[in-house]
């Protein structure tokens, strides 16, 4: 597997990062040197064997679904606004994406 | 100044009006102050001080301590700063979270203020939990307890420090690849990764969560047993959380194993090249403590071992690159100045999340590879599989044995700076931890001596899962023991 610095700025784009030039490089061949390291599991005869996702196998629980009110705050506003960066009205407030 | 070795002596000290949990809390608060060590990112001052006296109005009115039911009253802990609590500042050691006050509270952290405990403060770590030396903060290095200029492990480095330096009673920590027993190991503290689903993860922000798991950092097994206990058990706010009834640690560990029938497992895998001589000689002298009590050391082989750190270093990074994508900076963070250039959503996403340090950096981008279209076969399902066959390996080997016992990592502590340049280096140091987390197992380190230089060294006592109880009593045999 070669790690080219266009793949690193492709996967650095689907991860929404933004890098410098330098990050670029330094990640680019640090991931070389761990990917390399990793082929090591290619060696591992695999064939036949469910992934394991979870530590050990366990049920998904149930519970009701219970409305619980939103905790808010002295003023009575929604306690998750109370820190947030920026708020208009109710909400958090974004740049405009159209 | 005070100094405690445990709970039960702190709370024989308030019983005794010798001191008072104010004083205790002040003289904490004091030496926080003074120390040098970087362990806390924020000390809780007037919050701690308002428990203290809530606790000693509680001791007053019942004349002395209700042990039984507020185990930790009075107890000054310290809280990595991974877990959430109201209206306190949460940061992660991250620069993006450098504002961040949550609404809500951990589940393990309000099951062990509602025992009475003093949250003190919230203790420096790596990024996100991502490290082993705690290089890794956005807040600076913190410095190993006894010995300066050497890191005292990570990720829950500041836990280490903070206990071993005496800056707290205990601390909480959290594990998900040694990131207990690595720094308890490198700072001569006990540190215990319970079994997965035995704490709540519930108010943890979430690194890797099929890894992830909370467990208590401290200066005895009991405390750890004490800690365990309180904070453990089935909350519905995690999905993952175990159903079973919590066994009752503190009892469980003071009662002296049935050493004649303990069988305790060697694997081979694990005397892995590069297992310094210090660390390998403390270990075979405990193995010898063992066999000298009547217990029966058996060999056991985990043939997968050597493929542990390439299948967590898939795994993850993948859960990371997932569990991470919520620090966009729309509901809470810090939103940099760089914002007002933004040209779109996506650019203001990635001008946010270019606050993340490298390693962070590093991890998301990995995992985001693995998991990504035409790769997700060949790194993270193949990586998967292969968790399987390293579960499986346990399995055979808890046939043979009750308990494993094995170096926690293959040197002590390193210095400041010595392996920050590498980051494989640095990741294959974690191989003699990771494997219990891949398979949920629990995990402690408790001290057995000094190697070169002074440095402490911590053996890992590994059991099959939901053996926590048996493993605080073979730890907690352990350390009485060699004193």
Not at chain 2, 406 to 418: E, I, R
């Amino acid at each position: 597997m070669l790690v080219t610095e266009e793949l690193t700025r492709k996967v650095a784009d689907l991860a929404r990062l933004e890098l410098t030039d330098q990050e670029v490089t330094t990640f680019s061949a640090q991931m070389q040197k761990t990917l390399g390291y990793i082929e090591q599991l290619t060696a591992v005869n695999t064939d036949g064997i469910e992934p394991q996702y979870q530590p050990f196998e366990m049920s998904t629980p149930l519970r009701e679904d219970v409305v619980v009110p939103r905790s808010l705050d002295s003023k009575g506003k929604p306690k998750v606004l109370e820190h947030a960066p920026e708020v208009l009205y109710d909400g958090f407030k974004v740049p405009p994406i159209l | 100044m005070s100094h405690f070795q445990n709970f039960s002596s702190i709370h024989d000290a308030f019983d005794a009006k010798k001191i008072s949990a104010t004083e205790l809390t002040k003289e904490y608060l004091a030496k926080i102050e003074a120390s040098k060590h970087n362990a806390f990112l924020t000390v809780l001052k007037d919050r701690a001080l308002k428990q203290a006296a809530s606790a000693d109005a509680i001791i007053a009115a019942k004349g002395k301590v209700p042990r039984a039911e507020m185990p930790l009253l009075g107890i000054p802990l310290g809280i990595k700063d991974v877990l959430t609590m109201d209206g306190v500042r949460t940061t992660c050691a991250s620069k993006l979270l450098d504002n961040y006050i949550p609404p809500y509270t951990a589940t393990a952290v309000e099951r062990l203020e509602k025992a009475g405990a003093i949250s003190i403060g919230k203790l420096n770590m790596d990024e996100f939990a991502m490290g082993g030396s705690n290089e890794n903060s956005a807040y600076g290095p913190v410095d190993h307890p006894t010995h300066p200029g050497y890191v005292p492990g990570g990720s829950s480095g500041g836990s280490a420090a903070a206990v071993g330096a005496d800056l707290c009673a205990a601390a909480l920590g959290t594990d998900t690849g040694g990131s207990i027993r690595q720094p308890a190991h490198y700072s001569g503290i006990v540190g215990m990764k319970p079994t997965y689903g035995t704490v709540s993860r519930y108010g943890l922000v979430a690194f890797a969560s099929s890894l992830d798991q909370i467990g208590p950092m401290t200066k005895s097994v009991a405390d750890s047993a004490t800690l365990l206990e309180v904070m453990g058990g089935y909350d519905p706010l995690d999905s993952t959380s175990s159903e079973r009834t919590l066994e009752k640690f503190s009892q469980i560990a003071a009662k002296e194993p049935d050493w004649k029938n303990l069988r305790i497992g060697v694997p081979k895998e694990y005397w892995v090249d590069g297992i310094a001589d210090d660390v390998a000689n403390r270990v075979r002298e405990s193995l010898k403590f063992f066999e000298k009590k009547g217990a029966k050391l058996v060999d056991v082989s985990l043939p997968h071992t050597q493929y542990s750190v390439s299948v967590y270093y898939i795994v993850a990074v993948s859960e990371a690159s997932s569990n991470l994508s919520r620090f966009d900076g729309v509901r809470f963070g810090v939103r940099p100045a760089s914002l007002k250039d933004a040209k779109d959503l996506a650019d203001f996403y990635k001008k946010v999340r270019a606050q993340f340090g490298p390693e962070v950096k590093r991890r998301i981008i990995l995992g985001t590879f693995a998991l990504s279209s035409g790769y997700y076969d060949a790194y993270f399902r193949k990586a998967c599989q292969v968790r399987r066959l390293i579960t499986h390996d346990f399995n055979e080997a808890f046939k043979h044995c009750d308990f494993i016992a094995a170096p926690v990592s293959p040197t002590t502590a390193f210095k400041q700076k010595d392996q920050t340049m590498d980051p494989l280096k640095m990741y294959l140091n974690d191989i003699l931890t990771i494997p219990a987390n891949l398979s949920g197992l629990p995990g402690i380190s408790v001290p057995c001596g000094k190697g070169d230089h002074d440095l402490p060294i911590g053996l890992q006592l590994l059991g099959p899962a939901f053996s926590d109880g048996g493993l605080l009593s073979l730890a907690h045999a352990f350390e009485k023991g060699r004193a």
